[in-house]
């Protein structure tokens, strides 16, 4: 899902098979609505925190 519907992997020409695992250092916030409400790099302790008052601004929104 992360490749093919919010094309968080960066294309440096390698073919990747669906079945390797991706990973980074980023963590793609997504609404309810399927709808991405943020990126943010998980080294970095003030994304982090963004990340965290993101997630309780969409909970408070339910």
Do not use: P, W
Not at 11 to 23: N, P, S, Y
Not at 30 to 54: C, F, T, W
Request: glycine fraction near 6%; charged fraction near 35%.
């Amino acid at each position: 899902m992360g490749r093919k519907e919010y094309f968080v992997e960066e294309d440096l020409g390698i073919e990747r098979d669906l079945d390797e695992f991706l990973h980074t250092e980023n963590f793609i916030l997504i609404d309810k609505n399927k709808h991405i409400r943020g990126i943010y790099n998980g080294l970095n302790k003030a994304s982090i925190e963004n990340l965290i008052s993101d997630i309780k601004t969409l909970q408070n929104d339910f």
